[in-house]
Protein backbone atom coordinates (compact mmCIF):
# COMPACT_ATOMS: atom_id res chain seq x y z
CA UNK A 1 0.00 0.00 0.00
CA UNK A 2 3.07 2.20 -0.59
CA UNK A 3 2.97 4.83 -3.74
CA UNK A 4 5.84 6.75 -4.78
CA UNK A 5 4.66 10.35 -4.47
CA UNK A 6 4.43 12.21 -8.19
CA UNK A 7 4.39 9.25 -9.74
CA UNK A 8 1.43 9.00 -12.46
CA UNK A 9 -1.66 7.14 -11.45
CA UNK A 10 -4.60 6.05 -12.54
CA UNK A 11 -7.45 6.89 -10.01
CA UNK A 12 -10.78 5.80 -9.97
CA UNK A 13 -13.90 8.46 -7.65
CA UNK A 14 -16.48 7.88 -5.77
CA UNK A 15 -19.06 10.93 -5.51
CA UNK A 16 -22.36 10.71 -3.37
CA UNK A 17 -22.56 13.48 -0.89
CA UNK A 18 -26.28 14.35 -1.30
CA UNK A 19 -28.32 13.55 -4.37
CA UNK A 20 -26.20 12.52 -7.18
CA UNK A 21 -24.28 8.98 -7.53
CA UNK A 22 -21.39 9.38 -9.69
CA UNK A 23 -18.28 7.23 -10.80
CA UNK A 24 -15.32 8.57 -13.00
CA UNK A 25 -11.45 7.29 -13.57
CA UNK A 26 -8.94 9.96 -14.10
CA UNK A 27 -5.64 9.18 -15.22
CA UNK A 28 -3.01 11.76 -14.58
CA UNK A 29 -0.86 10.87 -18.14
CA UNK A 30 -4.02 10.96 -19.89
CA UNK A 31 -6.75 13.13 -18.44
CA UNK A 32 -10.40 12.45 -17.95
CA UNK A 33 -10.70 8.57 -19.41
CA UNK A 34 -14.33 7.89 -18.39
CA UNK A 35 -17.56 9.77 -16.24
CA UNK A 36 -20.88 8.56 -15.64
CA UNK A 37 -23.65 9.42 -13.58
CA UNK A 38 -26.99 8.63 -12.03
CA UNK A 39 -29.21 11.82 -10.96
CA UNK A 40 -31.64 11.16 -7.87
CA UNK A 41 -33.63 14.43 -9.37
CA UNK A 42 -37.11 12.36 -10.07
CA UNK A 43 -36.56 10.29 -6.96
CA UNK A 44 -36.96 13.49 -4.47
CA UNK A 45 -39.29 15.91 -6.61
CA UNK A 46 -42.31 14.65 -5.33
CA UNK A 47 -40.88 15.65 -1.74
CA UNK A 48 -40.10 19.28 -2.82
CA UNK A 49 -36.57 18.64 -1.93
CA UNK A 50 -33.44 15.98 -0.82
CA UNK A 51 -34.89 13.15 1.58
CA UNK A 52 -31.90 11.94 2.88
CA UNK A 53 -32.44 8.39 3.90
CA UNK A 54 -34.38 7.71 0.15
CA UNK A 55 -30.54 9.06 -1.11
CA UNK A 56 -28.42 6.76 0.94
CA UNK A 57 -30.81 3.86 -0.15
CA UNK A 58 -30.12 4.66 -3.76
CA UNK A 59 -26.30 5.10 -3.59
CA UNK A 60 -26.33 1.42 -2.08
CA UNK A 61 -28.47 0.35 -5.19
CA UNK A 62 -26.22 2.56 -7.62
CA UNK A 63 -22.92 2.90 -7.63
CA UNK A 64 -21.71 -0.64 -7.48
CA UNK A 65 -23.01 -0.96 -11.26
CA UNK A 66 -22.23 2.70 -11.88
CA UNK A 67 -18.58 1.30 -11.09
CA UNK A 68 -18.65 -1.68 -13.26
CA UNK A 69 -19.65 0.48 -16.18
CA UNK A 70 -17.38 3.26 -16.04
CA UNK A 71 -14.48 1.14 -15.78
CA UNK A 72 -15.70 -0.73 -18.96
CA UNK A 73 -15.85 2.35 -20.65
CA UNK A 74 -12.66 3.46 -19.90
CA UNK A 75 -11.15 -0.44 -21.40
CA UNK A 76 -10.64 -1.56 -17.75
CA UNK A 77 -7.49 0.27 -17.04
CA UNK A 78 -5.41 -0.60 -14.25
CA UNK A 79 -6.47 1.42 -11.16
CA UNK A 80 -3.52 2.53 -8.96
CA UNK A 81 -6.04 4.54 -6.38
CA UNK A 82 -9.68 5.76 -5.10
CA UNK A 83 -11.05 8.87 -4.01
CA UNK A 84 -14.56 9.16 -2.69
CA UNK A 85 -15.93 12.03 -1.24
CA UNK A 86 -15.58 11.92 2.65
CA UNK A 87 -17.89 15.20 2.79
CA UNK A 88 -19.35 17.84 3.78
CA UNK A 89 -22.67 16.39 2.88
CA UNK A 90 -25.13 13.88 3.96
CA UNK A 91 -23.84 11.43 5.78
CA UNK A 92 -25.71 7.83 4.87
CA UNK A 93 -25.30 9.20 1.38
CA UNK A 94 -21.27 9.81 2.06
CA UNK A 95 -21.05 6.34 4.15
CA UNK A 96 -22.92 4.22 0.89
CA UNK A 97 -20.36 5.60 -1.83
CA UNK A 98 -16.87 5.57 1.21
CA UNK A 99 -18.21 1.88 2.01
CA UNK A 100 -18.02 0.73 -1.06
CA UNK A 101 -14.88 2.87 -2.38
CA UNK A 102 -12.51 2.48 0.61
CA UNK A 103 -13.58 -1.32 0.69
CA UNK A 104 -12.90 -1.84 -3.10
CA UNK A 105 -9.19 -0.03 -2.43
CA UNK A 106 -8.95 -2.43 -0.05
CA UNK A 107 -9.51 -5.72 -1.82
CA UNK A 108 -6.84 -3.98 -4.39
CA UNK A 109 -4.91 -3.39 -1.92
CA UNK A 110 -4.43 0.32 -3.72
CA UNK A 111 -4.55 3.30 -1.42
CA UNK A 112 -7.61 5.46 -0.78
CA UNK A 113 -7.99 8.60 -0.13
CA UNK A 114 -11.23 10.42 0.97
CA UNK A 115 -11.81 14.03 -0.73
CA UNK A 116 -13.50 16.93 0.28
CA UNK A 117 -16.42 17.60 -1.86
CA UNK A 118 -15.94 21.74 -2.12
CA UNK A 119 -12.38 20.91 -2.90
CA UNK A 120 -13.47 19.25 -6.03
CA UNK A 121 -15.54 22.11 -7.30
CA UNK A 122 -12.77 24.14 -6.36
CA UNK A 123 -9.94 22.01 -8.71
CA UNK A 124 -13.30 21.74 -11.14
CA UNK A 125 -11.58 23.46 -14.35
CA UNK A 126 -8.29 21.99 -13.81
CA UNK A 127 -9.93 19.27 -15.93
CA UNK A 128 -9.98 22.07 -19.13
CA UNK A 129 -8.08 22.36 -21.64
CA UNK A 130 -7.31 25.97 -20.42
CA UNK A 131 -6.68 25.52 -16.44
CA UNK A 132 -6.24 28.91 -14.35
CA UNK A 133 -2.58 29.00 -13.02
CA UNK A 134 -2.30 29.61 -8.83
CA UNK A 135 -3.06 32.21 -6.94
CA UNK A 136 -6.97 32.63 -8.08
CA UNK A 137 -10.29 34.20 -6.62
CA UNK A 138 -12.96 31.16 -6.48
CA UNK A 139 -16.84 31.86 -6.27
CA UNK A 140 -18.49 28.51 -5.23
CA UNK A 141 -21.97 28.65 -6.04
CA UNK A 142 -24.10 25.84 -5.20
CA UNK A 143 -27.75 24.66 -3.90
CA UNK A 144 -25.89 24.39 -0.32
CA UNK A 145 -23.05 26.69 -0.69
CA UNK A 146 -21.80 30.38 -1.53
CA UNK A 147 -18.17 31.20 -1.00
CA UNK A 148 -15.58 33.32 -1.84
CA UNK A 149 -11.92 31.63 -1.62
CA UNK A 150 -8.54 32.71 -1.89
CA UNK A 151 -6.69 29.36 -3.66
CA UNK A 152 -2.82 29.63 -3.54
CA UNK A 153 -2.27 26.11 -4.08
CA UNK A 154 -4.11 22.62 -3.85
CA UNK A 155 -4.85 22.39 -0.01
CA UNK A 156 -4.72 26.00 -0.06
CA UNK A 157 -7.39 27.94 0.67
CA UNK A 158 -8.40 31.07 2.59
CA UNK A 159 -12.40 31.70 3.09
CA UNK A 160 -12.51 34.97 2.41
CA UNK A 161 -16.59 35.20 2.28
CA UNK A 162 -19.37 33.11 2.80
CA UNK A 163 -23.43 33.30 2.78
CA UNK A 164 -24.64 34.22 6.27
CA UNK A 165 -28.02 32.58 5.33
CA UNK A 166 -29.61 30.92 2.35
CA UNK A 167 -26.79 29.38 -0.13
CA UNK A 168 -27.65 31.51 -3.60
CA UNK A 169 -29.04 28.09 -5.56
CA UNK A 170 -31.12 27.54 -2.29
CA UNK A 171 -32.53 30.76 -2.90
CA UNK A 172 -33.23 30.36 -6.59
CA UNK A 173 -34.49 26.88 -5.91
CA UNK A 174 -37.36 28.73 -3.15
CA UNK A 175 -38.01 31.69 -5.74
CA UNK A 176 -39.17 28.61 -8.12
CA UNK A 177 -41.18 26.82 -5.26
CA UNK A 178 -42.91 29.82 -3.94
CA UNK A 179 -44.26 31.03 -8.19
CA UNK A 180 -45.30 27.09 -8.43
CA UNK A 181 -42.10 26.42 -10.69
CA UNK A 182 -41.54 22.62 -9.02
CA UNK A 183 -38.26 20.83 -7.77
CA UNK A 184 -35.80 21.86 -8.08
CA UNK A 185 -36.64 25.03 -9.61
CA UNK A 186 -33.17 27.01 -9.95
CA UNK A 187 -32.72 26.15 -13.50
CA UNK A 188 -36.22 27.23 -14.18
CA UNK A 189 -35.71 30.43 -12.70
CA UNK A 190 -32.86 30.83 -15.04
CA UNK A 191 -34.87 30.05 -17.84
CA UNK A 192 -38.15 31.62 -17.39
CA UNK A 193 -35.66 34.98 -17.15
CA UNK A 194 -34.92 34.96 -20.37
CA UNK A 195 -38.28 35.97 -21.67
CA UNK A 196 -38.82 38.25 -18.09
CA UNK A 197 -39.17 42.19 -18.21
CA UNK A 198 -35.74 43.96 -16.44
CA UNK A 199 -37.81 46.77 -16.21
CA UNK A 200 -40.91 45.89 -14.38
CA UNK A 201 -39.14 44.83 -11.06
CA UNK A 202 -35.70 45.92 -8.96
CA UNK A 203 -34.81 44.05 -6.47
CA UNK A 204 -32.26 45.04 -3.73
CA UNK A 205 -28.50 43.45 -3.91
CA UNK A 206 -27.94 42.82 -0.14
CA UNK A 207 -24.87 43.33 1.59
CA UNK A 208 -23.32 45.14 -1.08
CA UNK A 209 -22.94 48.72 0.63
CA UNK A 210 -21.08 47.23 3.61
CA UNK A 211 -17.55 46.48 4.21
CA UNK A 212 -16.65 42.44 3.88
CA UNK A 213 -17.38 39.54 1.86
CA UNK A 214 -19.99 37.96 3.10
CA UNK A 215 -22.97 37.35 1.25
CA UNK A 216 -27.18 37.24 1.91
CA UNK A 217 -29.62 35.59 -0.05
CA UNK A 218 -32.64 34.92 2.12
CA UNK A 219 -33.98 38.51 1.81
CA UNK A 220 -34.23 38.17 -1.64
CA UNK A 221 -36.15 35.28 -1.27
CA UNK A 222 -38.72 37.50 0.96
CA UNK A 223 -38.64 39.95 -1.80
CA UNK A 224 -39.64 37.38 -4.61
CA UNK A 225 -42.46 36.06 -1.89
CA UNK A 226 -43.68 39.69 -1.85
CA UNK A 227 -43.69 40.49 -5.09
CA UNK A 228 -45.33 37.58 -6.06
CA UNK A 229 -48.13 38.11 -3.63
CA UNK A 230 -48.94 41.46 -4.31
CA UNK A 231 -49.06 40.18 -7.87
CA UNK A 232 -51.67 38.07 -6.96
CA UNK A 233 -53.70 39.79 -4.47
CA UNK A 234 -53.46 41.62 -7.87
CA UNK A 235 -54.95 39.19 -10.27
CA UNK A 236 -51.61 39.56 -11.92
CA UNK A 237 -50.02 36.30 -10.86
CA UNK A 238 -49.37 34.93 -14.48
CA UNK A 239 -46.72 33.46 -16.69
CA UNK A 240 -45.26 37.03 -17.88
CA UNK A 241 -45.38 38.07 -13.81
CA UNK A 242 -42.90 34.72 -13.00
CA UNK A 243 -40.72 35.51 -15.37
CA UNK A 244 -40.26 39.09 -14.69
CA UNK A 245 -40.24 38.40 -11.15
CA UNK A 246 -37.51 36.04 -12.61
CA UNK A 247 -35.56 38.11 -14.25
CA UNK A 248 -35.21 40.80 -11.59
CA UNK A 249 -34.24 38.05 -8.83
CA UNK A 250 -31.23 36.77 -11.27
CA UNK A 251 -30.51 40.40 -12.04
CA UNK A 252 -29.96 40.53 -8.17
CA UNK A 253 -27.96 37.84 -7.63
CA UNK A 254 -25.89 38.17 -10.65
CA UNK A 255 -24.91 41.65 -9.30
CA UNK A 256 -24.49 40.97 -5.63
CA UNK A 257 -22.13 38.22 -6.54
CA UNK A 258 -19.95 40.44 -9.21
CA UNK A 259 -19.82 42.91 -7.17
CA UNK A 260 -18.62 40.75 -4.29
CA UNK A 261 -16.10 38.91 -6.70
CA UNK A 262 -14.55 42.35 -8.10
CA UNK A 263 -14.16 43.67 -4.43
CA UNK A 264 -12.62 39.81 -3.48
CA UNK A 265 -10.30 40.49 -6.58
CA UNK A 266 -9.24 43.92 -5.77
CA UNK A 267 -8.52 43.09 -2.31
CA UNK A 268 -6.50 40.23 -3.05
CA UNK A 269 -4.74 41.55 -5.82
CA UNK A 270 -5.58 38.99 -8.10
CA UNK A 271 -7.01 39.17 -11.56
CA UNK A 272 -8.41 35.01 -11.81
CA UNK A 273 -11.59 33.83 -10.93
CA UNK A 274 -12.60 30.69 -10.93
CA UNK A 275 -16.72 30.16 -10.94
CA UNK A 276 -18.13 26.76 -9.64
CA UNK A 277 -21.16 25.24 -8.27
CA UNK A 278 -24.70 24.75 -9.84
CA UNK A 279 -25.48 28.15 -9.85
CA UNK A 280 -22.69 29.13 -12.24
CA UNK A 281 -24.25 27.32 -14.81
CA UNK A 282 -26.54 30.76 -15.14
CA UNK A 283 -26.19 32.25 -18.03
CA UNK A 284 -26.44 36.23 -16.68
CA UNK A 285 -23.98 35.38 -13.72
CA UNK A 286 -21.67 34.35 -16.21
CA UNK A 287 -22.34 37.09 -18.77
CA UNK A 288 -21.82 39.60 -15.70
CA UNK A 289 -18.38 38.10 -14.33
CA UNK A 290 -17.18 37.72 -18.06
CA UNK A 291 -17.57 41.44 -18.33
CA UNK A 292 -16.21 42.19 -14.97
CA UNK A 293 -12.97 40.23 -16.06
CA UNK A 294 -13.12 42.32 -19.43
CA UNK A 295 -12.53 45.41 -18.09
CA UNK A 296 -10.01 44.58 -16.05
CA UNK A 297 -8.20 42.61 -18.51
CA UNK A 298 -8.41 39.20 -16.24
CA UNK A 299 -9.67 35.65 -16.86
CA UNK A 300 -12.68 33.91 -15.24
CA UNK A 301 -12.52 30.16 -15.47
CA UNK A 302 -15.85 27.96 -15.40
CA UNK A 303 -15.78 24.22 -15.67
CA UNK A 304 -17.89 22.59 -18.63
CA UNK A 305 -21.56 23.07 -17.79
CA UNK A 306 -21.81 19.15 -16.44
CA UNK A 307 -19.10 19.47 -14.13
CA UNK A 308 -20.91 22.81 -12.65
CA UNK A 309 -22.81 20.40 -10.60
CA UNK A 310 -21.91 17.48 -8.38
CA UNK A 311 -19.78 14.91 -10.64
CA UNK A 312 -17.05 12.51 -10.07
CA UNK A 313 -14.31 13.69 -12.27
CA UNK A 314 -13.75 16.43 -10.44
CA UNK A 315 -13.50 14.18 -7.09
CA UNK A 316 -11.12 12.04 -9.03
CA UNK A 317 -8.94 15.08 -10.08
CA UNK A 318 -8.85 16.58 -6.62
CA UNK A 319 -7.93 12.95 -5.31
CA UNK A 320 -5.97 12.44 -7.95
CA UNK A 321 -3.54 15.27 -6.85
CA UNK A 322 -3.43 14.46 -3.14
CA UNK A 323 -2.68 10.65 -3.75
CA UNK A 324 0.25 11.60 -6.61
CA UNK A 325 1.86 13.81 -3.32
CA UNK A 326 1.43 10.49 -1.21
CA UNK A 327 -1.38 11.14 1.03
CA UNK A 328 -3.49 8.39 1.72
CA UNK A 329 -6.42 7.56 4.33
CA UNK A 330 -6.04 4.10 6.97
CA UNK A 331 -9.00 1.81 6.74
CA UNK A 332 -11.57 4.19 8.31
CA UNK A 333 -13.98 5.44 6.00
CA UNK A 334 -16.02 7.68 8.26
CA UNK A 335 -17.89 10.38 7.02
CA UNK A 336 -18.16 14.16 7.42
CA UNK A 337 -21.40 16.06 7.62
CA UNK A 338 -19.20 19.52 8.45
CA UNK A 339 -15.65 20.08 7.13
CA UNK A 340 -13.83 23.32 6.49
CA UNK A 341 -11.71 23.56 3.40
CA UNK A 342 -9.32 25.60 5.60
CA UNK A 343 -8.64 22.60 7.52
CA UNK A 344 -7.29 20.84 4.52
CA UNK A 345 -3.85 20.47 4.58
CA UNK A 346 -1.65 21.65 1.79
CA UNK A 347 0.30 19.56 -1.24
CA UNK A 348 3.48 21.11 -2.78
CA UNK A 349 3.74 19.41 -6.00
CA UNK A 350 2.55 22.18 -8.34
CA UNK B 1 -16.87 -23.34 2.00
CA UNK B 2 -14.68 -20.84 3.52
CA UNK B 3 -17.35 -17.62 3.80
CA UNK B 4 -16.33 -14.22 5.08
CA UNK B 5 -18.71 -12.68 6.99
CA UNK B 6 -20.02 -8.95 8.34
CA UNK B 7 -22.74 -7.99 10.48
CA UNK B 8 -23.10 -4.49 11.58
CA UNK B 9 -27.48 -4.52 11.62
CA UNK B 10 -27.38 -3.28 15.62
CA UNK B 11 -24.35 -1.79 17.72
CA UNK B 12 -22.38 -5.05 17.26
CA UNK B 13 -19.51 -4.44 15.26
CA UNK B 14 -18.86 -8.37 13.65
CA UNK B 15 -16.25 -10.17 11.40
CA UNK B 16 -16.42 -13.77 10.73
CA UNK B 17 -14.69 -16.31 8.78
CA UNK B 18 -15.48 -19.83 8.81
CA UNK B 19 -14.61 -23.21 6.89
CA UNK B 20 -13.90 -26.59 7.30
CA UNK B 21 -10.49 -25.69 8.44
CA UNK B 22 -10.98 -22.19 10.38
CA UNK B 23 -13.33 -20.51 12.50
CA UNK B 24 -11.75 -16.82 13.65
CA UNK B 25 -14.48 -14.46 14.68
CA UNK B 26 -14.18 -10.46 16.16
CA UNK B 27 -16.83 -8.46 17.33
CA UNK B 28 -17.00 -5.10 19.15
CA UNK B 29 -20.27 -3.42 20.86
CA UNK B 30 -19.43 -0.21 19.18
CA UNK B 31 -22.64 2.18 18.15
CA UNK B 32 -22.16 4.60 15.34
CA UNK B 33 -18.26 3.08 14.71
CA UNK B 34 -18.64 0.85 12.45
CA UNK B 35 -16.88 3.16 9.49
CA UNK B 36 -13.87 3.29 11.31
CA UNK B 37 -13.70 -0.53 12.84
CA UNK B 38 -15.03 -2.51 9.81
CA UNK B 39 -12.11 -2.79 7.48
CA UNK B 40 -10.14 -2.90 10.79
CA UNK B 41 -11.45 -5.91 11.72
CA UNK B 42 -11.98 -7.56 8.12
CA UNK B 43 -7.91 -7.30 7.83
CA UNK B 44 -7.61 -9.07 10.99
CA UNK B 45 -9.55 -11.77 10.71
CA UNK B 46 -7.42 -12.42 7.38
CA UNK B 47 -4.28 -12.11 9.43
CA UNK B 48 -5.04 -14.07 12.24
CA UNK B 49 -6.44 -16.88 9.77
CA UNK B 50 -3.27 -16.99 7.70
CA UNK B 51 -5.86 -16.22 4.75
CA UNK B 52 -5.90 -14.39 1.51
CA UNK B 53 -8.59 -13.29 -0.89
CA UNK B 54 -8.20 -16.57 -2.96
CA UNK B 55 -8.79 -18.93 0.24
CA UNK B 56 -12.11 -17.33 0.49
CA UNK B 57 -14.90 -18.84 -1.39
CA UNK B 58 -17.66 -16.78 -0.73
CA UNK B 59 -18.83 -13.44 1.10
CA UNK B 60 -21.54 -13.45 3.28
CA UNK B 61 -23.65 -9.75 4.89
CA UNK B 62 -26.34 -9.88 7.61
CA UNK B 63 -29.11 -8.18 5.58
CA UNK B 64 -31.37 -6.50 8.31
CA UNK B 65 -33.51 -5.65 9.19
CA UNK B 66 -31.86 -3.61 11.34
CA UNK B 67 -30.42 -0.03 11.75
CA UNK B 68 -30.66 2.05 8.00
CA UNK B 69 -26.73 3.16 8.27
CA UNK B 70 -25.25 0.22 9.46
CA UNK B 71 -26.75 -2.21 6.62
CA UNK B 72 -25.84 0.24 4.35
CA UNK B 73 -22.36 -0.72 5.66
CA UNK B 74 -22.44 -3.85 5.58
CA UNK B 75 -23.98 -4.20 1.99
CA UNK B 76 -21.03 -1.38 0.67
CA UNK B 77 -18.37 -3.23 2.13
CA UNK B 78 -19.35 -6.59 0.75
CA UNK B 79 -20.00 -4.90 -2.90
CA UNK B 80 -16.73 -3.19 -2.69
CA UNK B 81 -14.87 -6.78 -1.60
CA UNK B 82 -17.23 -8.66 -3.78
CA UNK B 83 -15.86 -6.48 -6.90
CA UNK B 84 -12.18 -6.19 -5.69
CA UNK B 85 -12.25 -9.84 -5.52
CA UNK B 86 -14.61 -10.98 -7.71
CA UNK B 87 -16.48 -13.32 -5.39
CA UNK B 88 -20.29 -14.08 -5.23
CA UNK B 89 -22.07 -12.87 -2.10
CA UNK B 90 -24.75 -14.28 0.15
CA UNK B 91 -27.48 -12.69 1.80
CA UNK B 92 -28.57 -14.16 5.87
CA UNK B 93 -31.59 -12.34 7.62
CA UNK B 94 -30.00 -11.15 10.93
CA UNK B 95 -33.02 -11.97 12.62
CA UNK B 96 -32.27 -15.60 11.38
CA UNK B 97 -28.47 -15.09 12.35
CA UNK B 98 -29.62 -14.01 16.22
CA UNK B 99 -32.27 -17.16 15.75
CA UNK B 100 -29.30 -19.50 15.09
CA UNK B 101 -27.09 -17.62 18.09
CA UNK B 102 -29.74 -19.06 20.17
CA UNK B 103 -30.08 -22.74 18.56
CA UNK B 104 -26.24 -22.93 19.25
CA UNK B 105 -26.55 -22.05 22.78
CA UNK B 106 -29.66 -23.85 23.63
CA UNK B 107 -29.90 -27.06 21.36
CA UNK B 108 -33.81 -25.83 20.62
CA UNK B 109 -35.26 -25.38 17.38
CA UNK B 110 -37.69 -23.16 17.12
CA UNK B 111 -37.60 -19.37 17.75
CA UNK B 112 -39.07 -15.83 17.82
CA UNK B 113 -36.35 -13.83 16.77
CA UNK B 114 -37.49 -10.22 18.07
CA UNK B 115 -34.99 -6.82 17.14
CA UNK B 116 -35.92 -3.70 18.71
CA UNK B 117 -36.56 -0.97 15.85
CA UNK B 118 -37.74 1.55 18.00
CA UNK B 119 -41.00 3.73 17.53
CA UNK B 120 -42.84 1.41 19.26
CA UNK B 121 -42.08 -1.42 16.79
CA UNK B 122 -40.09 -4.70 16.58
CA UNK B 123 -38.57 -6.54 13.82
CA UNK B 124 -39.53 -10.01 14.16
CA UNK B 125 -38.93 -13.33 12.20
CA UNK B 126 -39.82 -16.85 13.45
CA UNK B 127 -37.44 -19.73 12.77
CA UNK B 128 -36.95 -23.54 13.07
CA UNK B 129 -33.82 -25.65 12.68
CA UNK B 130 -33.60 -28.68 12.96
CA UNK B 131 -31.05 -30.13 15.46
CA UNK B 132 -27.73 -29.85 13.70
CA UNK B 133 -28.86 -26.15 13.13
CA UNK B 134 -30.38 -26.70 9.52
CA UNK B 135 -32.96 -23.76 8.89
CA UNK B 136 -35.69 -26.15 7.84
CA UNK B 137 -38.30 -23.06 7.97
CA UNK B 138 -38.79 -19.23 9.00
CA UNK B 139 -41.36 -16.89 8.20
CA UNK B 140 -40.58 -13.40 6.05
CA UNK B 141 -38.98 -10.57 8.37
CA UNK B 142 -41.65 -8.00 9.33
CA UNK B 143 -42.04 -4.95 11.36
CA UNK B 144 -44.70 -5.34 13.88
CA UNK B 145 -46.11 -3.00 16.87
CA UNK B 146 -44.49 -4.22 20.19
CA UNK B 147 -47.59 -4.47 21.77
CA UNK B 148 -48.33 -6.89 18.79
CA UNK B 149 -45.97 -9.45 19.43
CA UNK B 150 -48.37 -12.24 21.36
CA UNK B 151 -46.56 -15.65 21.42
CA UNK B 152 -47.90 -19.43 22.50
CA UNK B 153 -47.56 -20.08 25.94
CA UNK B 154 -44.01 -22.73 24.83
CA UNK B 155 -42.51 -20.25 22.35
CA UNK B 156 -38.89 -19.50 23.02
CA UNK B 157 -37.12 -15.46 21.90
CA UNK B 158 -34.26 -13.83 20.92
CA UNK B 159 -33.40 -10.66 20.79
CA UNK B 160 -32.59 -6.66 22.14
CA UNK B 161 -36.07 -6.46 23.11
CA UNK B 162 -35.69 -7.25 26.84
CA UNK B 163 -34.99 -3.77 27.74
CA UNK B 164 -37.29 -1.49 25.88
CA UNK B 165 -40.30 -4.08 26.00
CA UNK B 166 -39.86 -6.08 29.08
CA UNK B 167 -43.81 -6.82 29.43
CA UNK B 168 -42.94 -8.46 25.79
CA UNK B 169 -40.17 -10.54 26.58
CA UNK B 170 -41.85 -11.74 29.38
CA UNK B 171 -44.58 -13.72 27.19
CA UNK B 172 -42.14 -15.96 25.67
CA UNK B 173 -41.36 -19.30 28.00
CA UNK B 174 -37.76 -18.97 27.46
CA UNK B 175 -36.23 -15.51 26.76
CA UNK B 176 -32.18 -14.86 25.36
CA UNK B 177 -30.64 -11.53 25.10
CA UNK B 178 -28.65 -11.57 21.84
CA UNK B 179 -27.84 -9.31 18.78
CA UNK B 180 -26.75 -11.04 15.59
CA UNK B 181 -23.40 -11.76 15.11
CA UNK B 182 -21.17 -12.57 11.88
CA UNK B 183 -20.35 -16.39 12.93
CA UNK B 184 -24.11 -17.03 12.59
CA UNK B 185 -24.45 -14.93 9.28
CA UNK B 186 -21.10 -17.08 7.87
CA UNK B 187 -22.64 -20.56 9.49
CA UNK B 188 -26.40 -19.76 7.70
CA UNK B 189 -24.58 -18.72 4.30
CA UNK B 190 -22.97 -22.30 4.24
CA UNK B 191 -26.02 -24.14 4.33
CA UNK B 192 -26.99 -22.11 1.13
CA UNK B 193 -24.24 -21.83 -1.52
CA UNK B 194 -26.86 -21.94 -4.43
CA UNK B 195 -27.52 -18.35 -3.05
CA UNK B 196 -24.54 -17.29 -3.78
CA UNK B 197 -24.70 -14.46 -6.23
CA UNK B 198 -22.42 -12.72 -8.15
CA UNK B 199 -22.56 -9.04 -8.60
CA UNK B 200 -23.63 -8.77 -12.44
CA UNK B 201 -26.69 -11.64 -10.85
CA UNK B 202 -27.57 -9.57 -7.57
CA UNK B 203 -26.29 -6.13 -5.83
CA UNK B 204 -26.60 -7.00 -2.26
CA UNK B 205 -28.77 -4.80 -1.11
CA UNK B 206 -29.81 -4.14 2.72
CA UNK B 207 -33.71 -5.46 3.68
CA UNK B 208 -35.55 -1.86 5.58
CA UNK B 209 -38.77 -2.81 6.09
CA UNK B 210 -39.47 0.32 6.41
CA UNK B 211 -40.30 3.41 4.12
CA UNK B 212 -37.36 5.59 3.81
CA UNK B 213 -40.34 8.76 4.38
CA UNK B 214 -43.26 8.10 6.75
Redesign the interface.
Known amino acids: MITNPMQPMCVLAIESSCDESAVAIYDSRKGLLAHNLFSQVALHAEYGGVVPELASRDHIRKITPLITQTLEQAGKPKIDGIAYTAGPGLIGALLSGGAIARSLAFAWHIPAIGVHHMEGHLLAPMLEDNPPAFPFIALLVSGGHSMIIRVDGIGRYKLLGDTLDDAAGEAFDKTAKMMGLGYPGGPMVSKLALSGDQTRYRFPRPMVDRPGLDMSFSGLKTFSLNTWQKAQAEGDDNDQTRADICRAFELAVADTLMIKCKRALDQEGLNRIVVSGGVSANREIRAKLDQLMAKRKGQAFYPRLEFCTDNAAMIAYAGAQRLMAGEQNDLNFAAKARWSLEDLSAIDHH | MNVLAIETSTANCAVSLVGEQVCVSLQEYAPQQH??LI??M??QVLSQAGFQ?QDIDALAFGEGPGA??GL??A???????A???DKPVIAVSSLQAMAYQAFEQTGQTHWLACLDARMGEVYTQWCEFDTQGQLLNCSTAQLVKAAMINPASDCNGVGDIQTSYPAQAALFSRWLDAVPNANAIAQLARQRPAQAYS?GQQ?P??I?LRP??S
Open positions: AQLPVDAFTRIAGVVQGLLGWLIQPYSV
